[in-house]
């Protein structure tokens, strides 16, 4: 399945972009 | 008599006022008062100087102050504006307005492409996407052979190089995110619209009534 995904939306799966972590309690 | 809601506590290095942020962000006063507490929550996890360094960013964000990540450093240089190695409060509000539901999805491919453009040349290029591919694999369980990585990289940028010129320009990048929309979820954060019952206790410290 990552095979057959674009560049960009694999990146855009990593978790330093995931910036709802910061509202985390 | 103490009065735990002066403005004393608000002195802090790089704070502004919360009318004058509303006024340039998608956030109304009270949001941006709402922001002021998470801010000061992440701004002092490690050192307590009301300001976010890099290892209370990466801690906010993994639970861990030694974990290195390609990405979360992109966004935290591009949350210091001032590039002095530290986010302040105006900084965090502006960065995040750029997330917030409100914000004009040009301002977010804008910052995402600026978020992908690692060597600030104005494109986004073929070493580069590879390089953030490969921080990708790295950060997560996802094992594939450098066959495949060429293979995604290669395709990738026939479809987004419009021009054919080896590099992704603004004007491409629009084109390709108006093709893939699913590439602009992680730019809007939903939580900003409820920011100010996830954080209540502004209320209490609000000096302003929106």
């Known amino acids: ?12 799966t990593s978790q330093g972009l995931n910036l709802s972590s910061l509202f985390e309690k | ?24 962000t998608s956030f109304t006063v009270s949001e941006v008062e709402a922001l002021y507490e998470l ?24 639970r861990n102050s ?30 995040l307005s750029v997330f917030h539901p ?14 992908y453009d690692l060597r600030y040349t104005g494109y986004i290029e073929r070493e580069e996407l590879k390089e953030m591919v490969l921080a990708l694999l790295n950060e ?20 987004a190089d419009s021009k054919g010129d080896g590099k992704i320009d603004m004007e491409e990048w629009k084109e390709f995110v108006a093709r893939n929309p699913s590439l602009m979820k992680n730019m809007t954060l939903p939580y900003l619209k409820d920011i100010t019952l996830a954080f209540p206790s502004f209320v209490v410290n609000s000096e302003v009534e929106d």
């Open chain 1, 1 to 12: 399945k990552p095979a057959a995904m674009n560049a960009f939306e694999l990146i855009s």
């Open chain 2, 1 to 24: 008599m103490g009065c735990f809601c002066s403005k004393h506590s608000r002195q802090t290095p790089g704070y502004e006022e919360p009318t004058i942020l509303a006024s340039e």
């Open chain 2, 39 to 62: 801010f000061k929550k992440l701004s002092s996890s490690i050192i307590d100087d009301g300001l976010i360094h890099k290892e209370e960013f990466q801690f906010a964000l993994f």
């Open chain 2, 66 to 95: 030694n974990k290195r990540n390609l990405f979360a450093d992109r966004i935290f240089d591009l949350f210091d504006v001032k590039r002095n190695g530290v986010i302040e409060f105006g900084e965090f509000v502006r960065s």
């Open chain 2, 102 to 115: 409100n914000t004009p999805q040009s301002d977010k491919i804008a910052f995402a492409f600026r978020l």
């Open chain 2, 140 to 159: 997560s369980d996802l094992i594939l052979s450098d066959d495949v990585v060429e293979t995604i990289v290669d395709k990738t940028f026939i479809d």
